[in-house]
C-alpha cells in the first residue's frame, strides 16, 4: 500500500496551474487572482458626505448655534452648482459631492431648518460646531489609486468582487474555472427513480460528486451513467475529456471481474492504479489523457467522498491556483472513544466537530461502514486516526473540516 502522502504527491505533481486568462468579473467569485490587481482610481473618486444634513464652512459654526442661510440641496449622483459663501450651508444627502466652499458636514440631527417664508430665505440653525472635515470623505480614502490592492494568488471572495467592481473593472485575470465532467459506473445504477429490479441501486455519487464540485468553485459538467462495458466506459471516459478540463469517476476500480474504469484508463491515459493506505477509499485509478486529469475514485459512497475530499479537490484546485487546495485540519479532541483495528491504514472517520470552550470537540457521525453515506451527510470533518486501536475520549486527534 502507498502512504497517502506519496498518493497524492503524484496526484498534485499533474494537476499543474492552468493558463491564466481574463473572466469577467461576474463570473469570478471563488475563483483565484494571477496577477497583482492595481488600483486605477481613487476611491471614493471625490470627497464625499458620510451622513445626510448640511455642509458648512466650519469657521461660520465656530460658535454654535449658529444660523446660516441654504443655498442648494445636493443630492448623491447629482453634481452641487454652488459654492457656500460665508454664513451659507447646502443641504446634503449621504455620498454627494461636497460643494466648493465648504469644509464639514453637520448631520441632521444636529439642526433645524426654517423655510422660506414671504421673501425670506430658508435657513438652518446649527446647535454644534464642528471641525474642519467633520464627517467628510476625502477622495481616496480607501484606496489610492495606483496602490496594490490584491495580491496575485488571492481567492475571490464576494467583498474582493465589490471592490473590482468599485474600481470600475469589468473582467480579471484569474486560473480558469474548471469544467469538471462526472461519470457514475456500474451496471446496478439507475437515476430515474422507477421501481428497482434485482441487484439494482440508484445512483447517489454523481449527484454527490457534481455538489463537491459546485462547492469547489468547479463547473460541474453532468456526463451520466456508463454500464460496466469497456466500450461504454472507453466512450465516456474520452468524449468527456474533449470537452472537459478534468473528469471524475465513480466505481470500477477494486479488485473485482468488472471493475473496468482502470482497464480503461490503463488504455487510454497514463494511469496508475494505487492502492492507498487509508480507510475508506484504498483504490484509486489516476491518469491523464493529455492534460486532462482523470480521478478514478471508488464506487462505494463514502469512499468516493473521501477520495473526492483527499485527491480531486486538492488537484483540481491546484489547478485552479488555490495558494492552500487542502482542507484545513485542526487538532480537536475526542468526546468519546474513535475504536479501530491496527491494518496499517489511516482511517479517516467521519465525525461531527464542535467549538467547545476554546477547542473543537469530535463525535463519531453514525455508521462507519464505506457504503453509509447517511453518517457521512451528517458529519461536517474527517477524523484522522492512525494505524493503531483508535482514539480514547479525551485524547487529541487530527481532523479535517470538510465543511
Ligand atoms: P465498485 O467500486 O464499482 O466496486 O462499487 C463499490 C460499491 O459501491 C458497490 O456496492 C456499488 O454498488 C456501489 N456504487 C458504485 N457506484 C455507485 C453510485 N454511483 N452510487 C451509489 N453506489 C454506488
Ligand atoms: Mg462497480
Request: net charge negative; hydrophobic share 45%.
Amino acid at each position: 500500500m502507498l502512504p497517502l502522502d506519496a498518493a497524492r504527491e503524484f496526484v498534485l505533481e499533474r494537476c499543474g496551474r492552468r493558463r491564466p486568462a481574463l473572466c469577467r468579473v461576474a463570473d469570478a467569485l471563488g475563483l483565484v487572482t494571477a496577477a497583482e490587481i492595481v488600483a486605477a482610481e481613487d476611491i471614493p473618486s471625490f470627497p464625499n458626505t458620510a451622513m445626510d444634513g448640511f455642509a458648512v464652512r466650519s469657521e461660520d459654526v465656530a460658535i454654535a448655534p449658529c444660523e446660516l442661510r441654504v443655498v442648494e440641496t445636493i443630492a448623491a449622483g447629482h453634481a452641487p452648482e454652488v459654492t457656500v459663501g460665508a454664513g451659507e450651508a447646502s443641504r446634503i444627502m449621504t455620498g454627494a459631492i461636497i460643494p466648493p466652499g465648504a469644509d464639514a458636514v453637520v448631520m441632521v440631527e444636529r439642526t433645524i431648518v426654517t423655510p422660506a417664508e414671504n421673501g425670506s430665505d430658508e435657513t438652518v440653525r446649527v446647535e454644534i460646531s464642528v471641525p474642519p472635515g467633520n464627517h467628510v470623505r476625502p477622495a481616496g480614502d480607501d484606496i489610492r489609486a495606483g496602490e496594490l490592492v490584491f495580491q496575485a494568488g488571492t481567492v475571490l471572495t464576494a467583498g474582493h468582487l465589490g471592490v473590482l467592481c468599485s474600481l470600475g473593472m469589468t473582467d480579471v485575470e484569474v486560473y480558469p474555472r474548471l469544467r469538471v465532467g462526472v461519470i457514475s459506473t456500474g451496471d446496478e445504477l439507475v437515476d430515474d427513480g422507477s421501481p428497482l429490479r434485482p441487484g439494482q441501486i440508484r445512483d447517489s455519487n454523481r449527484r454527490t460528486l457534481l455538489s463537491l464540485l459546485k462547492r469547489a468553485d468547479v463547473e460541474p459538467v453532468d456526463l451520466g451513467l456508463a454500464p460496466d462495458d469497456l466500450d461504454a466506459i472507453t466512450e465516456a471516459i474520452s468524449s468527456g475529456a474533449a470537452t472537459c478540463d478534468a473528469i471524475v469517476t465513480s466505481g470500477g476500480v477494486s479488485m473485482g471481474d468488472f471493475d473496468y474504469v482502470k482497464a480503461v484508463l490503463d488504455r487510454i491515459a497514463d494511469m496508475r492504479w494505487m492502492q492507498v493506505a487509508i480507510k475508506p477509499a484504498k483504490p484509486l485509478a489516476f491518469g491523464t489523457i493529455g492534460d486532462v486529469p482523470v480521478f478514478g475514485l471508488p464506487g462505494n459512497p463514502v469512499s468516493s467522498m473521501v477520495s473526492f475530499e483527499l485527491f480531486a479537490r486538492p488537484g483540481l484546485r491546484s489547478m485552479m491556483g488555490h495558494p492552500h487546495p487542502m482542507r484545513p485540519t485542526v487538532v480537536a479532541t475526542a468526546a468519546e472513544d474513535l475504536l479501530r483495528r491496527t491494518d496499517g491504514k489511516t482511517h479517516f472517520m467521519r465525525v461531527h466537530a464542535a467549538h467547545v470552550d476554546g477547542g473543537v470537540e469530535v463525535r463519531s457521525a453514525g455508521g462507519q461502514g464505506s457504503h453509509m453515506l447517511w453518517a457521512m451527510a451528517k458529519s461536517n470533518a474527517l477524523a484522522v486516526v492512525p494505524d493503531g486501536d483508535g482514539v480514547r475520549a479525551g485524547e487529541p486527534v487530527d481532523v479535517l473540516l470538510i465543511d
